[in-house]
């Protein structure tokens, strides 16, 4: 019995390193020593699960640490050490890291707890351990107005959709009896089962930030930090998607129309996202509706209902969310506009190239990371012949091209206007940097192995 | 006369419903956190009473419950602050006047 706890190190390793940082007055370099320290934990938290054991039976019949979990935590925990790292070596925005380091790993540890969750309650605490410290990483600049408001309008919204989706979750435990997933059965509970689906559906879709749900998302991202952003819009995009697949899995099988429903919002987040990106001048609101963008293909992947698509959707959610996190972090060192990285190949070569790297991933060029993601995941739609998915996140992907492609002319043939922030130099964050480079393309180099650990190759 | 479990569902719907409409229609911001409460309280109402009827034996949706009072304890407390916050710099917690970000 007492066995099953083994299972929770890395989420214990985690927690331990926020509770030292956030009462770390004593530690060696206080503000950049604690921010270290939690880099490190974070660190070895991903690598404890990355060498741990795959396909370990249900815990308390709560939680089960399978191989797509098993990826998915490592993503978080990975992203959460780079992330910490990028701030150790940088700063907060002229506020004290240690506090932002040890909201990340908060949320960190409820995000992979997420990942393996089986239960309507786990996934419940989980989910809001992970959103809550996102709320004050948004708003982290406390005079800053524009930072707050944003702040606001992603609680209020936020609160909202999870009020909602526990109101489903009520009315599917009361159908089914019990709040183990494997139990869930809507089977011949008719428009009440309907409602509690679609209520349910709302709340996550809406966390997600699909469409038409997504409204708060650029208005929160364009007010906040863009280091915030970069932690947020990432990291619980991987636990998010990870559990939607998990909670899909158990209760599609009893319910057609979820696909419908599902493929309608991928659609939407698909054509609204890339549209709307492309007008855009501020990095963060353009990241902000290119996420909507991705969160319509991982939904492709989840249309089918299909165990391969869903494994399809978790690699492509960690596959998204290293680049997206690295183009962030650059903006939090340049500046958001897109104008102030002009000029950044002849001020720092090596850096130009690599945001190159990233968006080519993004967009899903081979051999990188985002090519393989997009190649699973419109795999999994052609095998339950969705043909107009297929074919809407092809044309779609040439779109996202358009925007992608704006930021590299800029960055190699745009004129500078004013001085743009040249900042120190930090060897730590040029680490976390070439890391995601790193690991952009070991990701593609590596798609088919991982894959096949997934349970997810095609045939 | 005995209560049946509609009851108890329709009051949770009710009550879920009034808060939805002041979380949509209310102008200052605390009036909104007091609306998302009442939605919260809609939703616990609503586990207990499924709890009760559906598995009078286990309390699985009593514990449910009482996880998500914490919890939304936990929100309203962040929220208040966050509007604080706000009203700090702004002197003013109506929505209507927060709104120098335009999407």
């Excluded at chain 1, 370990?56 to 780079?82: C, I, K, N």
């Excluded at chain 1, 932002?100 to 995000?111: P, T």
């Excluded at chain 2, 009036?31 to 309390?59: G, K």
């Amino acid at each position: 019995m007492l066995s099953g706890y083994w299972h929770f190190v890395p989420e214990a390793l985690v927690v331990a390193g926020a509770l030292a940082v956030l009462f770390g007055e004593f530690l060696p370099g206080r503000d950049k020593g604690a921010a270290y320290i939690a880099a490190a934990l974070a660190g070895a938290a991903a690598l404890l699960v990355a060498v741990g054991g795959t396909g370990g039976p249900m815990v308390f019949g709560q939680v089960e640490p399978d191989s797509v979990a098993r990826f998915a935590r490592t993503g978080v925990a990975g992203l959460t050490a780079v992330w910490a790292l990028w701030v150790a070596g940088r700063g907060m925005s002229d506020e004290r890291r240690r506090d932002a380091v040890a909201l990340a790993l908060f949320a960190a540890a409820g995000g992979m707890l997420l990942c393996m969750a089986r239960d309507l309650i786990v996934m419940y605490i989980a989910l809001e351990l992970s959103t809550m410290p996102a709320y004050i990483l948004m708003g982290y600049r406390r005079r800053d107005v524009s930072g707050l408001e944003g702040a606001l309008k992603y609680f209020l919204l936020s609160m909202l959709t999870s009020i909602v989706m526990l109101y489903g979750l009520s009315f599917l435990y009361g159908i089914s009896g019990s709040t183990a997933f494997a139990e869930l059965s809507i089977e011949g509970a008719g428009v009440l089962g309907l409602v509690a689906v679609l209520l349910t559906l709302v709340g996550l879709l809406a966390k997600m930030s699909a469409a038409p749900f997504h409204y708060w998302a650029p208005d929160a991202y364009a007010g906040a930090a863009p280091a915030s952003v970069a932690f947020v819009s990432t990291v619980p995009k991987i636990a998010g998607i990870t559990v939607i697949a998990r909670l899909l899995s158990a209760i599609a099988p009893d319910m057609p129309t979820l696909v419908t429903l599902v493929a309608v919002a991928s659609v939407a987040s698909m054509l609204l996202g890339n549209l709307a990106a492309l007008p855009q001048s501020d990095l963060r609101r353009l990241m902000a509706y290119s996420g909507v963008a991705h969160t319509g293909y991982l939904l492709m992947a989840l249309a089918p209902g299909t165990d391969t698509g869903y494994a399809a959707a978790v690699f492509y959610a960690v596959a998204y969310a290293l680049p997206s996190m690295a183009v962030m972090l650059v903006a939090a060192e340049e500046g958001t506009e897109i104008t102030d990285l002009a000029q950044l190949a002849a001020r720092r070569p090596w850096l130009a190239w690599s945001v190159v790297i990233w968006l080519l991933s993004l967009i899903g060029i081979p051999p990188l990371a985002g090519f393989f993601g997009k190649l699973y995941l419109f795999g999994a739609a052609v095998d339950s012949s969705l043909w107009l998915l297929v074919v809407l996140g092809i044309l779609t992907s040439v779109v996202s091209a358009g925007y992608y492609f704006r930021v590299v002319r800029e960055m190699f043939f745009g004129e500078p206007v004013g001085v743009s922030g040249e900042g120190i130099a930090s060897p730590a964050a040029t680490v976390a940097l070439v890391a995601l480079v790193a690991g952009t393309v070991v990701i593609g180099l590596g798609a088919s192995p991982l894959l096949r650990g997934l349970g997810a190759l095609l045939g | 006369m005995t209560i049946g479990p509609s009851a108890f569902l329709g009051l949770a719907a009710v009550l879920f419903a009034l808060g939805l409409y002041g979380a949509v229609a209310r102008r200052s911001a605390v009036m909104v956190l007091m609306s998302l409460e009442l939605m919260a309280v809609a939703v616990n109402l609503n586990m207990v009473a499924l709890s009760r009827f559906v598995t009078p034996t286990e309390m699985t949706g009593q514990f449910f419950a009482m996880f998500t009072m914490v919890v939304s304890a936990a929100e309203i407390g962040l929220g208040l602050a966050l509007v604080l916050a706000i009203y700090r710099q702004t002197r003013s917690i109506e929505l209507s006047s927060i709104d120098s970000l335009k999407g």
